[in-house]
């Protein structure tokens, strides 16, 4: 099974290095979504910090899968 790792940033980076094994990317993006309405849920303001909330999703190489990004516009 694929390992996934999943690093914040919002102002300041946190690196995950621990991770995650799940089925597929198609399992890496829910991840990705529900970690980052958990952390939002923790701390809504993170997203009215610098430029929001950022997740980068990486491979077991260290390689980017994708990034998910949450900010208020307006």
Request: aromatic content about 6%; glycine content about 10%; hydrophobic content about 40%.
């Amino acid at each position: 099974m694929p390992h996934y790792f999943f690093n914040t940033s919002n102002g300041s980076p946190h690196i995950d290095d621990v991770g995650m094994d799940l089925p597929g990317i198609d399992a890496a993006r829910r991840e990705a979504v529900r970690y980052g309405g958990s952390l939002l849920s923790d701390d809504p303001d993170m997203v009215m910090q610098d430029n929001g909330l950022r997740i980068d999703v990486l491979d077991e190489a260290g390689s980017p899968c994708f990034a998910m990004r949450v900010v208020i516009e307006g």
